[in-house]
């Protein structure tokens, strides 16, 4: 959803938003259901199985760390483990879900998205907690045609509150070569990255009464799903199926996080294992912050803190401290 344009009537733009809020619910809805569907049984032997809960993950493979849980020839783990494709064709998307949980670590994944006319298409990177208020820390990314610039949607939701859309053109093709996109999770905030720079903060502000996700543990998860009723130019651009199918590729997964065990309900954070490590204490210092703003300032496109029309009473309360 990129920035209202203040020069169109209201009721015209009106239209575009409702359209993108109902279809984000539906995805949303549409996505848990699918995978929860799909992968229920499989989910239920995997949490069991971990080992010791104070595992640090790195340079991990796609076998070794996650499972295909939905559109089944259509994800792909190639190159032994090292390379992992999505696919979307008329029929289905694709997706894969991390085998463990975590609570806070700082996750890295190299991306290359559909590359040429993605009108339509949606890839998804993301943490998500299970149940009725779930926390969910989103990376999207929304196709465009041709020569047109995909958009980069980030959420974050805590206590199953979202509405705090930020969104990104990129400056670079993300289609012509892989990039880092991290996450980083720890008690005092969350950063997003891309190849190392951050573009997006979200502050730990529980003091002032703004819920903060971390007591849920979450899994990693990635689709790669049709969307074309809304993500394209709020939808008037749809997806060419002559095109199908539509591919995205993962690489250099690599994850400091603190896995979550179901046996003694704790995070592996509290080992004297994790004590030291700077990604779990950290925000960002006053240069980082600095160099995010700047980038902020020539690349967000959307920003829910200054959406006066969707928020008519004021943006989250986090908006006045970020
Ligand atoms: C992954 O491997 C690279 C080189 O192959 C190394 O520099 C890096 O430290 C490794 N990362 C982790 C988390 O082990
Ligand atoms: C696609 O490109 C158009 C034209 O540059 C832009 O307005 C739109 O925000 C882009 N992204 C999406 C998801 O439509
Ligand atoms: C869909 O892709 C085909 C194959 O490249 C192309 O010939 C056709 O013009 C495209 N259709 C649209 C509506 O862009
Ligand atoms: C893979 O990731 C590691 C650590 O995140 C990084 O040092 C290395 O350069 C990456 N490899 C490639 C080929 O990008």
Redesign the pocket.
């Known amino acids: 959803m990129p920035p209202r344009n203040s020069n169109q009537p209201r009721s015209k733009s009106f239209i575009p938003y409702l359209a993108f809020i109902i279809f984000s619910a539906i995805f949303v809805f549409k996505v848990d259901v699918i995978i929860s569907q799909t992968i229920s049984s499989a989910r239920r032997n995997v949490e069991i199985a971990t080992s010791a809960p104070n595992v640090v993950i790195g340079n991990g493979t796609f076998h070794r760390h996650f499972i295909v849980s939905w559109g089944e020839s259509r994800a792909r783990i190639l190159e032994d483990g090292e390379l992992l494709e999505l696919s979307l064709d008329k029929f289905s998307g694709s997706g894969f879900e991390s085998k463990k949980e975590f609570l806070f670590g700082k996750i890295d994944m190299q991306i290359k998205l559909v590359p040429g006319?993605s009108a339509g298409t949606v890839t998804t990177y993301y943490l998500s907690s299970e149940g009725d208020h779930h926390d969910e820390i989103d990376f999207e990314f929304l196709g465009n045609s041709s020569g047109n610039p995909y958009t980069l949607h980030t959420n974050v939701f805590s206590q199953g509150k979202g509405e705090r859309e930020q969104q990104f053109f990129l400056w670079f093709d993300p289609t012509e070569d892989f990039h880092t996109y991290t996450i980083l999770w720890n008690p005092r905030c969350i950063l997003f990255y891309v190849d190392g720079i951050p573009i997006r903060e979200f502050k730990n502000l529980e003091r002032r009464r703004v819920p903060f996700p971390k007591d849920q543990p979450m899994r990693i998860y990635s689709s790669l799903w049709d969307a074309e009723e809304w993500a394209t130019q709020h939808g008037l651009v749809k997806t060419?199926w002559?095109?199908a199918p539509f591919t995205a590729g993962y690489r250099n997964f690599s994850a400091e996080a603190c896995v979550w065990s179901y046996k003694t309900k704790s995070s592996a954070c509290n080992s004297n294992d994790f004590k030291s490590k700077r990604w779990l204490k950290t925000g960002l210092d006053s240069r980082s912050r600095a160099e995010m703003k700047r980038l902020q300032k020539k690349h967000m496109v959307y920003d829910y803190c200054k959406d006066k029309w969707r928020f008519p009473k004021g943006p989250g309360r986090e908006c006045k401290f970020q």
Do not use: A, Q
């Open positions: 006319d060419n002559t095109l």
